[in-house]
C-alpha cells in the first residue's frame, strides 16, 4: 500500500497535525496510531510517547536522563522503564538491539532514532475537491464515495441483499451540503485545538526543564598516598562541599549518601554520571605529607567528558577549612552561576575552627557516612569539646545521636542528645539547613510534627530548590494525613534530585497511604538492603503475593534484625503458618520499644498492623493508641487500612480514630486553611 494510501486509510483531518513515515511504517499524530502497510499496530500510549519523541527527534542522540524528564515529567521513575519502552517499540517495530534499523543505543547515554523520517503534513484541499458553494463532497475516487448525489438505504425484509440507491431532493441535497461544511469546519477547529495543546505541553515540558536547576555530583577525593589514616579526607572533605553547595537554588548537589559508594574506587565518569542522574561531575585527589596538603580536583562535563574547570589547592594541613570556600568560589565562576544576596551571604568564608577540632569533625563525618554512629559520636564529641562554637559539628553530632536512637535502639536519652545538639547548634548559627533538618526529622519521629512543619517551610525560603527539604516536608505530611500535599513535595523533591531518599529515608510511603501498591512498589530503589526487602515485601504482602512477600521478608531478617526487619519477620510467620512465633516476635519488639523509648510512630503503626493480621486483636488497638499518641495521625490512611479491618468494630478502635481525626483536622486548618504568616 502507498504512503498517500496509508494516509487516507488512517483518515486524516484536513489541516491537521502531521504524520511521519519511515521505512514502511507511518506514525499518525491524529489519531495517535502507528501504521505498517496500512494495519495498526498496537502500542500503550507511553510507548507511543516514547517513539513520537524519537522520530522528532531523528538523527539526534536523546539522553536517558532527557528522555524520561520529557516522558514522566512530574514523577520519578527508574531508568527501566524507559528501557523497557525502548524494548516494546524495537519488538513493533520488527527489530533486535543487536540489529538496529530504527533505535541505536548509545552505550551509557541514550538513544539516536536512525531511520530516515519524512514530515508528510497535509495540504489544503483543492477548490474542485471541495464544492462548498454547490453542496457537493469530497472526491475519494474509490467504491466508498457514496456522497455523489445519492444516498443509501437497505431493504430490511431481505437479510444481505445489495442497497438500492434513491435520489436525493434539492432541499435535502442543500442539508447535506451544508451540514457537510459545518463538519469540515468543526474537524478543522479540533485539529488547530489539538496542535495548541501539544504546543503548549510541549513548551510546558521544555520550561520545566529549563527551571531545573543543574545537577552537580561531588564524588570523595582519592587518596593518591592510600594511607589508611588520611582516608577520611577523602568522602568528608566532599562532603563538606556538598553542604556549603546546598545553600544554591540554581544548583542541585547530589546528597553525600549517594556518593559514599564511590570512596576509594576507580571512576568511570559516564557509568557514575548515569548512576547520579547528573550533567557535571567534581572528582579529584589529594596527597598528604606532613604538615602540607596538595588537593588537586577537576570539574568535568558529563555528556562531553570536556573539562570545565581544573584547580590546584597547596595548604598547611591545619588549614583544612579553606578547602572548601576556595573549591566553592572555583565552582561558581565555572558553572557561571548568579547569586542572590542571601546565597552570597550564606558563602562568606566561615569563622575559624580549632584546627583539631576540624579534624575531629572531619573524622566524624567520615563515621556518620559509613552508618558507624557510635564512633561517629566519639569522634564529633570531641570535636565540640575543643571548639565549642562550630555549629556544624553540633548539627552532625545530633544527626548521630538521632541515628542512633533509631537504629541502633538507643532510646529516649539519645534523642534528648540529639534534639539539645541541634538547639546548639541553631543558637550558633540560626539558619543552618543542615540543623533545621535534622531537628525537622527528628521532632516528627518523637510525636512534634507540627513544630517541624515551620522549621522545613523556612529551610525551604532559604532555597525553595532544595530537594532534601522538599522530602522531609512530605515525611512531615505524611505523618498528619496530607497526602496528596506528601506526594506533591516528595515528586517535587525526586525531580530536583532524583537520588534524595538514599539520604532522606528510601521509600515513598505516601503512594502506599494511597493504596497505590504497585505504584509504590515501582518506586522502590533497586538494592537489595534489608529495609528495601522489607518494604518491598510489605508491598506484596497488600498485593496478596504471599509466597514472594515471605521470600523478601526473610531475607531481610537475616541481613539485619532490626525493628523493621522484625515486623516482617513477624508476617512471614503468619504466611507460614506460625502465627505464635509472630506474635511473640511482635511483643519482643513493642518491649523493646517501650524499655528503650524509641520514638518511631510509623514503626508502632506497623506493628499494630501485624498484630491485627495475626488476630491478635488487643495488641493491635495497644500499638495503634500507642503510634496515634506519639504523633503518627494519618486519619485517611487508618480510617481505610485493610489491615485493620478486624478493629472496626471495636469501641476502643473509634476512640483511637477519633483522636487521629481531630489532630489531622487541627493540623489541616492551621498549615492549610489559613496562608503560613510572612
Same mark, same amino acid.
Given at each position: 500500500?502507498?504512503?498517500?494510501?496509508?494516509?487516507?486509510?488512517?483518515?486524516?483531518?484536513?489541516?491537521?497535525?502531521?504524520?511521519?513515515?519511515?521505512?514502511?511504517?507511518?506514525?499518525?499524530?491524529?489519531?495517535?496510531?502507528?501504521?505498517?502497510?496500512?494495519?495498526?499496530?498496537?502500542?500503550?500510549?507511553?510507548?507511543?510517547?516514547?517513539?513520537?519523541?524519537?522520530?522528532?527527534?531523528?538523527?539526534?542522540?536523546?539522553?536517558?536522563?532527557?528522555?524520561?524528564?520529557?516522558?514522566?515529567?512530574?514523577?520519578?521513575?527508574?531508568?527501566?522503564?524507559?528501557?523497557?519502552?525502548?524494548?516494546?517499540?524495537?519488538?513493533?517495530?520488527?527489530?533486535?538491539?543487536?540489529?538496529?534499523?530504527?533505535?541505536?543505543?548509545?552505550?551509557?547515554?541514550?538513544?539516536?532514532?536512525?531511520?530516515?523520517?519524512?514530515?508528510?503534513?497535509?495540504?489544503?484541499?483543492?477548490?474542485?475537491?471541495?464544492?462548498?458553494?454547490?453542496?457537493?463532497?469530497?472526491?475519494?475516487?474509490?467504491?466508498?464515495?457514496?456522497?455523489?448525489?445519492?444516498?443509501?438505504?437497505?431493504?430490511?425484509?431481505?437479510?444481505?441483499?445489495?442497497?438500492?440507491?434513491?435520489?436525493?431532493?434539492?432541499?435535502?441535497?442543500?442539508?447535506?451540503?451544508?451540514?457537510?461544511?459545518?463538519?469540515?469546519?468543526?474537524?478543522?477547529?479540533?485539529?488547530?485545538?489539538?496542535?495548541?495543546?501539544?504546543?503548549?505541553?510541549?513548551?510546558?515540558?521544555?520550561?520545566?526543564?529549563?527551571?531545573?536547576?543543574?545537577?552537580?555530583?561531588?564524588?570523595?577525593?582519592?587518596?593518591?598516598?592510600?594511607?589508611?589514616?588520611?582516608?577520611?579526607?577523602?568522602?568528608?572533605?566532599?562532603?563538606?562541599?556538598?553542604?556549603?553547595?546546598?545553600?544554591?537554588?540554581?544548583?542541585?548537589?547530589?546528597?553525600?549518601?549517594?556518593?559514599?559508594?564511590?570512596?576509594?574506587?576507580?571512576?568511570?565518569?559516564?557509568?557514575?554520571?548515569?548512576?547520579?542522574?547528573?550533567?557535571?561531575?567534581?572528582?579529584?585527589?589529594?596527597?598528604?605529607?606532613?604538615?602540607?596538603?596538595?588537593?588537586?580536583?577537576?570539574?568535568?562535563?558529563?555528556?562531553?567528558?570536556?573539562?570545565?574547570?581544573?584547580?590546584?589547592?597547596?595548604?598547611?594541613?591545619?588549614?583544612?577549612?579553606?578547602?572548601?570556600?576556595?573549591?566553592?568560589?572555583?565552582?561558581?565562576?565555572?558553572?557561571?552561576?548568579?547569586?542572590?544576596?542571601?546565597?552570597?551571604?550564606?558563602?562568606?568564608?566561615?569563622?575559624?575552627?580549632?584546627?583539631?577540632?576540624?579534624?575531629?569533625?572531619?573524622?566524624?563525618?567520615?563515621?556518620?557516612?559509613?552508618?558507624?554512629?557510635?564512633?561517629?559520636?566519639?569522634?564529633?564529641?570531641?570535636?565540640?569539646?575543643?571548639?565549642?562554637?562550630?555549629?556544624?559539628?553540633?548539627?552532625?553530632?545530633?544527626?548521630?545521636?538521632?541515628?542512633?536512637?533509631?537504629?541502633?535502639?538507643?532510646?529516649?536519652?539519645?534523642?534528648?542528645?540529639?534534639?539539645?545538639?541541634?538547639?546548639?547548634?541553631?543558637?550558633?548559627?540560626?539558619?543552618?539547613?543542615?540543623?533545621?533538618?535534622?531537628?525537622?526529622?527528628?521532632?516528627?519521629?518523637?510525636?512534634?510534627?507540627?513544630?517541624?512543619?515551620?522549621?522545613?517551610?523556612?529551610?525551604?525560603?532559604?532555597?525553595?530548590?532544595?530537594?532534601?527539604?522538599?522530602?522531609?516536608?512530605?515525611?512531615?505530611?505524611?505523618?498528619?494525613?496530607?497526602?496528596?500535599?506528601?506526594?506533591?513535595?516528595?515528586?517535587?523533591? &525526586? $525531580?530536583? %534530585?532524583?537520588?534524595? #531518599?538514599?539520604?532522606?529515608?528510601? +521509600? !515513598? =510511603? /505516601?503512594?502506599?497511604?494511597?493504596?497505590?501498591?504497585?505504584?509504590?512498589?515501582?518506586?522502590?530503589?533497586?538494592?537489595?538492603?534489608?529495609?528495601?526487602?522489607?518494604?518491598?515485601?510489605?508491598?506484596?504482602?497488600?498485593?496478596?503475593?504471599?509466597?514472594?512477600?515471605?521470600?523478601?521478608?526473610?531475607?531481610?531478617?537475616?541481613?539485619?534484625?532490626?525493628?523493621?526487619?522484625?515486623?516482617?519477620?513477624?508476617?512471614?510467620?503468619?504466611?507460614?503458618?506460625?502465627?505464635?512465633?509472630?506474635?511473640?516476635?511482635?511483643?519482643?519488639?513493642?518491649?523493646?520499644?517501650?524499655?528503650?523509648?524509641?520514638?518511631?510512630?510509623?514503626?508502632?503503626?506497623?506493628?499494630?498492623?501485624?498484630?491485627?493480621?495475626?488476630?491478635?486483636?488487643?495488641?493491635?488497638?495497644?500499638?495503634?493508641?500507642?503510634?496515634?499518641?506519639?504523633?503518627?495521625?494519618?486519619?485517611?490512611?487508618?480510617?481505610?487500612?485493610? &489491615? $485493620?479491618? %478486624?478493629?472496626?468494630? #471495636?469501641?476502643?478502635?473509634?476512640? +483511637? !480514630? =477519633? /483522636?487521629?481525626?481531630?489532630?489531622?483536622?487541627?493540623?489541616?486548618?492551621?498549615?492549610?486553611?489559613?496562608?503560613?504568616?510572612?
Amino acid at each position: 500500500m502507498s504512503t498517500a494510501n496509508q494516509f487516507q486509510q488512517a483518515g486524516q483531518v484536513l489541516n491537521g497535525p502531521p504524520s511521519y513515515q519511515f521505512g514502511p511504517f507511518v506514525l499518525n499524530t491524529a489519531q495517535h496510531t502507528l501504521l505498517r502497510e496500512g494495519t495498526a499496530i498496537a502500542l500503550t500510549p507511553k510507548t507511543y510517547d516514547t517513539l513520537l519523541v524519537l522520530v522528532q527527534n531523528s538523527g539526534r542522540m536523546l539522553s536517558k536522563e532527557e528522555l524520561m524528564n520529557l516522558l514522566w515529567p512530574d514523577s520519578f521513575v527508574e531508568e527501566a522503564n524507559l528501557t523497557q519502552q525502548v524494548s516494546m517499540i524495537r519488538k513493533a517495530l520488527g527489530e533486535s538491539p543487536g540489529d538496529p534499523r530504527y533505535i541505536a543505543t548509545v552505550p551509557g547515554r541514550g538513544y539516536r532514532f536512525i531511520a530516515e523520517v519524512q514530515n508528510w503534513t497535509k495540504e489544503k484541499p483543492a477548490a474542485d475537491t471541495l464544492h462548498s458553494q454547490t453542496g457537493g463532497a469530497v472526491e475519494s475516487g474509490g467504491e466508498h464515495n457514496l456522497n455523489q448525489g445519492a444516498r443509501v438505504s437497505w431493504d430490511k425484509d431481505v437479510a444481505n441483499q445489495s442497497p438500492r440507491v434513491l435520489p436525493l431532493s434539492e432541499d435535502a441535497k442543500r442539508t447535506k451540503g451544508t451540514v457537510f461544511k459545518v463538519i469540515v469546519f468543526m474537524l478543522i477547529a479540533i485539529a488547530g485545538l489539538a496542535i495548541a495543546e501539544a504546543v503548549f505541553e510541549w513548551r510546558s515540558r521544555v520550561a520545566r526543564l529549563e527551571a531545573r536547576p543543574k545537577s552537580l555530583a561531588i564524588l570523595p577525593l582519592q587518596n593518591l598516598r592510600q594511607n589508611a589514616e588520611d582516608d577520611f579526607l577523602g568522602f568528608s572533605l566532599a562532603d563538606v562541599l556538598i553542604t556549603k553547595l546546598s545553600y544554591l537554588s540554581s544548583l542541585s548537589v547530589r546528597p553525600s549518601a549517594a556518593i559514599e559508594k564511590y570512596r576509594g574506587t576507580a571512576i568511570d565518569l559516564q557509568k557514575v554520571a548515569a548512576d547520579l542522574k547528573v550533567d557535571t561531575l567534581l572528582t579529584g585527589s589529594f596527597v598528604r605529607d606532613g604538615d602540607n596538603l596538595r588537593i588537586t580536583y577537576q570539574l568535568v562535563d558529563a555528556r562531553s567528558e570536556k573539562i570545565l574547570g581544573q584547580g590546584v589547592i597547596d595548604l598547611k594541613y591545619d588549614n583544612l577549612l579553606a578547602v572548601q570556600d576556595k573549591v566553592t568560589g572555583q565552582l561558581i565562576s565555572e558553572l557561571q552561576l548568579s547569586l542572590s544576596p542571601l546565597e552570597a551571604e550564606h558563602l562568606k568564608p566561615e569563622n575559624p575552627a580549632n584546627p583539631l577540632a576540624y579534624e575531629y569533625f572531619l573524622q566524624g563525618l567520615d563515621f556518620h557516612g559509613q552508618h558507624k554512629f557510635p564512633l561517629a559520636i566519639k569522634m564529633l564529641e570531641k570535636s565540640t569539646q575543643i571548639d565549642p562554637d562550630y555549629a556544624p559539628a553540633w548539627a552532625y553530632l545530633g544527626a548521630s545521636y538521632n541515628s542512633d536512637a533509631a537504629f541502633e535502639l538507643g532510646g529516649r536519652e539519645q534523642y534528648r542528645r540529639a534534639e539539645a545538639a541541634y538547639e546548639r547548634a541553631l543558637a550558633l548559627r540560626p539558619n543552618l539547613l543542615d540543623a533545621q533538618m535534622f531537628l525537622a526529622n527528628l521532632l516528627v519521629d518523637t510525636g512534634k510534627v507540627e513544630q517541624a512543619v515551620p522549621l522545613l517551610r523556612d529551610a525551604l525560603k532559604t532555597n525553595d530548590n532544595n530537594a532534601a527539604a522538599h522530602w522531609e516536608l512530605g515525611y512531615a505530611y505524611r505523618f498528619a494525613g496530607m497526602l496528596d500535599e506528601s506526594v506533591a513535595e516528595c515528586e517535587r523533591a &525526586l $525531580l530536583l %534530585d532524583p537520588l534524595v #531518599r538514599r539520604s532522606n529515608g528510601s +521509600v !515513598l =510511603n /505516601t503512594y502506599f497511604y494511597l493504596g497505590k501498591y504497585q505504584k509504590f512498589l515501582d518506586s522502590l530503589p533497586a538494592d537489595d538492603s534489608s529495609f528495601i526487602l522489607f518494604y518491598r515485601g510489605f508491598g506484596e504482602f497488600h498485593e496478596k503475593q504471599f509466597d514472594q512477600a515471605a521470600k523478601d521478608f526473610d531475607r531481610a531478617y537475616e541481613l539485619d534484625s532490626n525493628l523493621y526487619t522484625g515486623i516482617g519477620k513477624a508476617l512471614s510467620d503468619l504466611i507460614h503458618g506460625r502465627k505464635s512465633e509472630g506474635v511473640n516476635l511482635l511483643s519482643e519488639l513493642e518491649n523493646k520499644i517501650r524499655e528503650r523509648g524509641v520514638g518511631d510512630p510509623e514503626a508502632a503503626y506497623k506493628i499494630a498492623q501485624a498484630y491485627a493480621v495475626l488476630g491478635d486483636n488487643t495488641s493491635a488497638l495497644r500499638a495503634l493508641r500507642t503510634s496515634v499518641g506519639s504523633g503518627f495521625f494519618s486519619y485517611p490512611y487508618i480510617v481505610k487500612d485493610p &489491615l $485493620l479491618n %478486624d478493629l472496626h468494630n #471495636r469501641p476502643e478502635f473509634r476512640d +483511637v !480514630l =477519633n /483522636t487521629a481525626h481531630q489532630r489531622h483536622e487541627a493540623f489541616r486548618r492551621k498549615f492549610f486553611t489559613n496562608p503560613p504568616p510572612l
